[in-house]
């Protein structure tokens, strides 16, 4: 797994090998560069605003000034890119009306406004000097010792050399363990780098950042992982329906196939009519097992897709349903799934409580969306949440982005809504 | 494959030849090229994709040879299977079966030679389901003619349902003529055109 920020590469191994301490030393060089503008901007700013106030003209500079922490916290948050991928969300509203004005006003009554105030403040200051000592000092100290032997032989003269202006090297030997001991120097600044680069971004984004972010990231991540298992249960029911179908089932036929072959020679009496019964079980035995694989996983919806499916569902159907889906071409899996089962429970729901006499399924795929409508002309009140069975469904809905919603006033008509969206492959392909 | 031989062993124990055995459908195409049989008998599903290849090489092969004899075997009520089929040539000499049927061997070698001959076999099952629908061209008919219905489409000869019924011919013959006005069907004469035009009808 790639590590999303510096403190993850830093646990990982081959920290020292990848990319990670030198985008370290370049959030720290950058930030001391971005530390400087910003402290000579700020200063001059405030510095000709307080001067000019007198005139009046001097205010809208100080509104700028207070205004600077926004650029600079953008500029911060992008750079933090660099050593941290998780997404730094800003905490600012959006203006509720066009204009110079509203953007202003939104702005200054803000707290995340003067937080980054704060923030610039604090970057001017105090920050930016401490990334250029470490970065100073974490890099130059250890590359000037590893240039020991080269210096040497280059300003020394072969003669005598002096390290970081404290030591005094004057043979050939010293020089170049002095070149190795830089070099054991290099790898240890280099978690330096990161350990202080890794500790400024996450100031900067408890100062800066929404915290929503966090939050925002943990839900991508659950909803893909919602999805997953969506996709893994129903490739194991597509499993469980393909074992029993080329096992047990078969095995089954080919019994009822000996059972009968074996009629043919036992002469009447006792031993035949056990024989039929035998043959009649296994029969019953198999018709069973049909419904049952059809309940796990009905083939019909992989082969001919949904339509042929719903299709199907309405000839099963107790009462009579008119099916109009207008869908050429196929839906993904987990989406042609997801709406079968919930005609299906709506079906049966409708059958079972609704007293209606007839019942519809329509709707088609518009819009990057699939819509379905199951409606029936039955009594109405039907309660979602009244452990219908829908419940369960609307998870599965859920977890593919989709909306159920139910509408069922006393009296009826009883109608569900149900949307999903994605993406049609072309008829021509499925066919 | 287990069922595949015990097949073999039923229609040879019946006096049949199975002149191929095969176990895909490309294979299947190459067999029926090389052997001409008299009728193919399937498997809706088959290797490697275990989707509805056999059904396909079946109306494959109708498209190529209109008038070969097919029989496929089948685990699946769903009309959409059967209907594919049906569609394929003039709807003569086919037929559709579940694999429960196997086991009343006799029944199914009969329905196996009706459809080497030129005639129509549905599953029973699958005609129930058909029957099934609550639509409202049915609702006009009476729980006899249903009945009448179902037997034709199951490809039933007159003398079989007056049979099956305990009623007369004669009898069978009225409820025919009543079900094909009530549907809006033209009177045919032969069996399978019968069964096709009730099909057809019912499948809209």
Same mark, same amino acid.
Request: hydrophobic share 50%.
């Given at each position: 797994?790639?590590?999303r920020?510096v403190?993850q590469a830093?646990s990982g191994?081959?920290?020292?090998?990848?990319?990670?301490?030198w985008?370290?030393?370049?959030?720290l060089?950058?930030?001391?560069?971005?530390?400087?503008?910003t402290?000579?901007?700020?200063?001059?700013?405030?510095?000709a605003?307080?001067?000019?106030a007198?005139?009046?003209?001097g205010?809208?500079?100080?509104?700028?000034?207070?205004?600077s922490?926004i650029?600079?916290?953008?500029?911060?948050?992008?750079?933090?890119?660099?050593?941290?991928?998780?997404?730094?969300?800003d905490?600012?509203?959006?203006?509720?009306?066009h204009?110079?004005w509203?953007?202003?006003?939104?702005?200054m009554?803000?707290?995340?406004t003067?937080?980054?105030?704060?923030?610039?403040?604090l970057?001017a200051?105090?920050?930016?000097? *401490?990334?250029?000592?470490?970065?100073?000092?974490?890099l130059?100290?250890?590359?000037?010792m590893?240039?020991?032997p080269?210096?040497?032989?280059? *300003?020394?003269?072969?003669q005598?050399?002096? =390290?970081?202006?404290l030591?005094?090297?004057t043979?050939?030997?010293?020089?170049?363990?002095?070149?190795v001991?830089?070099v054991?120097?290099?790898?240890l600044?280099?978690y =330096?780098?990161?350990?202080v680069?890794?500790?400024?971004?996450a100031?900067?984004?408890?100062?800066?950042?929404?915290?929503?972010a966090?939050?925002?990231?943990?839900? =991508?991540?659950?909803?893909?992982s919602?999805?997953?298992?969506?996709?893994?249960?129903?490739?194991?029911?597509?499993?469980?329906?393909r074992?029993?179908?080329?096992?047990?089932?078969?095995?089954?036929?080919?019994?009822?196939?000996?059972?009968?072959?074996a009629?043919?020679?036992v002469?009447p009496?006792?031993?035949?009519?056990?024989?039929?019964k035998?043959?009649?079980?296994?029969?019953q035995?198999?018709?069973?097992l049909?419904?049952?694989?059809?309940?796990?996983h009905?083939?019909?919806?992989?082969?001919?897709?949904?339509p042929?499916?719903?299709?199907?569902?309405?000839?099963?159907s107790?009462?009579?349903?008119?099916?109009?889906?207008a869908?050429?071409?196929?839906?993904?899996q987990?989406?042609e799934? #997801? #709406?079968?089962?919930?005609?299906?429970?709506?079906?049966?729901?409708?059958?079972?409580?609704?007293?209606?006499?007839? #019942?519809?399924?329509?709707?088609?795929?518009?819009?990057?969306?699939?819509?379905?409508?199951?409606?029936?002309?039955?009594?109405?009140?039907?309660? #979602?949440?009244?452990?219908?069975?829908?419940?369960?469904l609307?998870?599965?809905?859920?977890?593919l982005?989709?909306?159920?919603?139910l509408?069922?006033?006393?009296?009826?008509?009883?109608?569900?809504? *149900?949307?999903?969206?994605c993406?049609?492959?072309?008829p021509?392909?499925?066919? | 494959?287990l069922?595949?031989?015990?097949? $073999?062993?039923? &229609?040879?124990r019946?006096?049949?030849?199975?002149?191929?055995? %095969?176990?895909?459908a490309? +294979?299947?195409?190459?067999?029926?090229?090389?052997h001409?049989?008299?009728?193919?008998?399937?498997?809706?599903?088959?290797?490697?994709?275990?989707?509805d290849?056999? &059904?396909?090489a +079946?109306?494959r092969?109708?498209?190529?040879?209109?008038?070969?004899? %097919?029989?496929?075997l089948?685990q699946?009520v769903?009309?959409?299977?059967?209907?594919?089929?049906?569609?394929?040539?003039?709807?003569s000499?086919?037929?559709?079966?579940?694999?429960?049927?196997?086991?009343q061997?006799?029944?199914?070698?009969?329905?196996?030679?009706e459809?080497?001959?030129?005639?129509?076999?549905?599953d029973?099952?699958?005609?129930?389901q058909? &029957?099934?629908?609550n639509r409202?061209?049915?609702?006009?008919?009476t729980?006899?003619?249903?009945?009448?219905?179902?037997? $034709?489409?199951e490809?039933?000869?007159?003398?079989? $349902?007056?049979?099956?019924l305990?009623?007369s011919?004669?009898?069978v013959?009225?409820? $025919?003529?009543?079900?094909? @006005?009530?549907?809006?069907?033209?009177?045919?004469?032969? @069996?399978?055109?019968?069964?096709?035009? %009730?099909?057809a009808?019912?499948? +809209?």
């Amino acid at each position: 797994m790639h590590p999303r920020n510096v403190w993850q590469a830093m646990s990982g191994p081959g920290f020292l090998l990848s990319t990670w301490p030198w985008r370290s030393a370049g959030y720290l060089l950058t930030g001391a560069v971005t530390g400087a503008v910003t402290l000579v901007t700020i200063a001059a700013m405030a510095a000709a605003g307080a001067v000019l106030a007198i005139a009046l003209v001097g205010l809208p500079l100080l509104v700028l000034a207070a205004l600077s922490g926004i650029p600079v916290a953008w500029v911060e948050r992008r750079r933090m890119r660099l050593i941290d991928q998780s997404p730094a969300v800003d905490q600012h509203r959006a203006p509720a009306a066009h204009g110079l004005w509203a953007w202003l006003t939104t702005r200054m009554r803000e707290q995340a406004t003067w937080r980054e105030l704060g923030h610039a403040l604090l970057f001017a200051v105090l920050l930016w000097p *401490v990334d250029a000592l470490v970065v100073a000092v974490a890099l130059l100290a250890p590359l000037s010792m590893v240039a020991t032997p080269l210096l040497m032989c280059t *300003v020394g003269g072969g003669q005598e050399v002096k =390290v970081l202006k404290l030591w005094t090297v004057t043979t050939w030997p010293a020089a170049f363990a002095m070149a190795v001991l830089g070099v054991v120097l290099l790898g240890l600044c280099g978690y =330096v780098l990161g350990v202080v680069a890794g500790a400024r971004a996450a100031l900067t984004r408890v100062l800066i950042a929404s915290r929503e972010a966090d939050l925002d990231t943990r839900v =991508v991540e659950l909803t893909r992982s919602r999805l997953r298992l969506v996709d893994a249960f129903e490739a194991e029911r597509r499993r469980i329906e393909r074992d029993l179908h080329d096992g047990a089932q078969q095995r089954l036929v080919v019994l009822t196939m000996t059972l009968g072959l074996a009629r043919l020679d036992v002469p009447p009496g006792p031993v035949a009519d056990q024989l039929a019964k035998a043959h009649e079980e296994a029969d019953q035995a198999l018709a069973e097992l049909r419904e049952l694989i059809h309940g796990i996983h009905p083939k019909v919806l992989s082969d001919h897709g949904l339509p042929a499916a719903v299709a199907d569902a309405a000839d099963r159907s107790a009462i009579p349903v008119d099916v109009k889906l207008a869908l050429p071409g196929r839906l993904p899996q987990a989406v042609e799934a #997801a #709406a079968y089962f919930v005609v299906c429970e709506a079906l049966t729901n409708i059958a079972r409580h609704s007293g209606a006499s007839r #019942a519809e399924v329509s709707g088609g795929h518009r819009d990057g969306r699939l819509l379905l409508h199951i409606r029936d002309d039955g009594r109405g009140g039907a309660d #979602a949440a009244a452990g219908t069975g829908l419940t369960g469904l609307a998870d599965r809905v859920s977890a593919l982005n989709g909306r159920i919603s139910l509408s069922s006033p006393p009296g009826g008509p009883t109608l569900l809504r *149900v949307e999903f969206p994605c993406v049609r492959t072309d008829p021509d392909r499925s066919a | 494959m287990l069922l595949r031989e015990g097949l $073999i062993g039923l &229609l040879g124990r019946c006096g049949h030849d199975v002149v191929a055995a %095969v176990g895909d459908a490309p +294979a299947l195409l190459a067999a029926v090229e090389e052997h001409a049989p008299d009728i193919v008998l399937t498997d809706v599903r088959m290797p490697p994709g275990f989707q509805d290849e056999g &059904l396909h090489a +079946a109306v494959r092969l109708r498209e190529k040879r209109p008038t070969l004899p %097919v029989l496929v075997l089948s685990q699946y009520v769903q009309r959409t299977y059967a209907s594919e089929l049906l569609d394929s040539g003039d709807g003569s000499g086919v037929g559709y079966l579940l694999k429960d049927r196997i086991g009343q061997v006799e029944d199914f070698v009969a329905a196996l030679c009706e459809v080497a001959a030129g005639g129509t076999v549905v599953d029973p099952e699958v005609v129930r389901q058909l &029957l099934r629908r609550n639509r409202d061209p049915l609702d006009r008919l009476t729980a006899r003619e249903r009945e009448v219905l179902g037997l $034709i489409a199951e490809g039933r000869s007159n003398g079989a $349902i007056a049979r099956e019924l305990v009623v007369s011919e004669a009898a069978v013959g009225k409820h $025919i003529s009543s079900i094909l @006005t009530k549907l809006d069907l033209p009177p045919a004469d032969e @069996t399978h055109r019968r069964v096709l035009a %009730v099909l057809a009808y019912l499948r +809209a």
